[in-house]
């Protein structure tokens, strides 16, 4: 459906006012269907992505500050989501080695099997395939890339 009928507006600028909401209104889209998969495992989207970014440093452990360089939306309270990964035994909290002053991360064992039973259900191989072929997903990625400078 195109974005002017979902949103039950045509008045837009021009074309770059258009593809502005459209991105908008597509990244909250697929951020709707991942957040209901990821909630499968009592998480959030941001917990996942706290926990995928734990699982690829392992067995070396993290810092708060690692986290939120590599997370998809770096606004996120990262101290609060860790916190919460915490209480559900998803994550192994110690003083760093290192730094003292530093918090070092680990994901346990019972992370990684959270992590391994959202792994195909968030590539979204059910719903992509059908609205876009291999193609198209290169040549927006492409446009994506290039929009970004």
Not at 25 to 47: D, M
Not at 73 to 83: G, H, L, N
Request: glycine fraction near 4%; charge should be neutral; proline fraction near 2%.
């Amino acid at each position: 459906m195109e974005i002017a009928e979902e949103i039950q507006s045509s008045k837009f600028a021009d074309e770059y006012h258009k593809m502005t909401v459209n991105i908008l209104f597509t990244g909250h889209w697929l951020t709707g269907f991942l957040e209901q998969r990821a909630t499968k495992e009592n998480i959030t989207l941001h917990q996942f992505n706290v926990l995928r970014i734990l699982r690829g440093q392992y067995p070396q452990a993290c810092t708060n500050a690692m986290i939120k360089e590599r997370m998809l939306e770096r606004k996120s309270d990262i101290s609060r989501i860790v916190d919460r990964l915490v209480s559900k035994g998803l994550v192994h909290r110690c003083k760093s080695e290192c730094d003292g002053r530093a918090v070092a991360l680990t994901i346990t064992e019972r992370g990684m099997n959270a992590l391994r039973n959202l792994e195909e259900p968030m590539l979204l191989q059910d719903l992509l395939p059908k609205n876009l072929s291999v193609e198209e997903c290169a040549q927006l990625n492409f446009l994506l890339d290039k929009l970004r400078g």
